[in-house]
């Protein structure tokens, strides 16, 4: 007996593997652009869970989608958006000025909430892009 291990694969079988590896390339694209058409969405819907006190656009109109290898992150790259998802109650800033009562808004975890019934337009969008629409 020989201690080789061959495999052979005829052609067909190659053009198989082949087809295979192309299909499950592709289902990472799409996953991909599918991710990034959610990452929009969330992004457009945070304005709408929003409710200020004293409302700016600023923080409203910070949040941008980014595409990342694995998806798309989505986010506000302003210092306060953290405190105001999460709250700062009975805590001090950096200028020493205490808030005894300041709850968080939860304007993403809203945002999360209701995704759902608006990822029908992103999936919408992929089924375009991956022309099956």
Not at 15 to 33: E, M
Not at 63 to 70: D, Q, V
Not at 95 to 123: C, E, I, M, N, W
Request: aromatic share 10%.
């Amino acid at each position: 007996m020989s201690n080789d291990f061959t495999l052979s694969i005829e052609s067909d079988a190659q053009a198989v593997v082949a087809r295979i590896a192309h299909v499950t390339g592709q289902w990472h694209k799409d996953a991909l652009v599918g991710a990034q058409a959610v990452g929009k969405v969330i992004v457009a819907m945070i304005p709408s869970e929003t409710d200020w006190m004293n409302p700016t656009p600023l923080l409203d109109l910070s949040f941008t989608m980014t595409p990342r290898s694995y998806g798309a992150e989505a986010g506000s790259d302003l210092p306060h958006s953290r405190r105001r998802e999460f709250g700062f109650s009975g805590k001090t800033d950096s200028l020493g000025r205490y808030y005894a009562h300041d709850p968080g808004a939860f304007y993403l975890k809203k945002t999360l909430q209701d995704l759902p019934s608006h990822v029908g337009d992103a999936l919408n969008q992929l089924a375009q892009y991956m022309g099956i629409a």
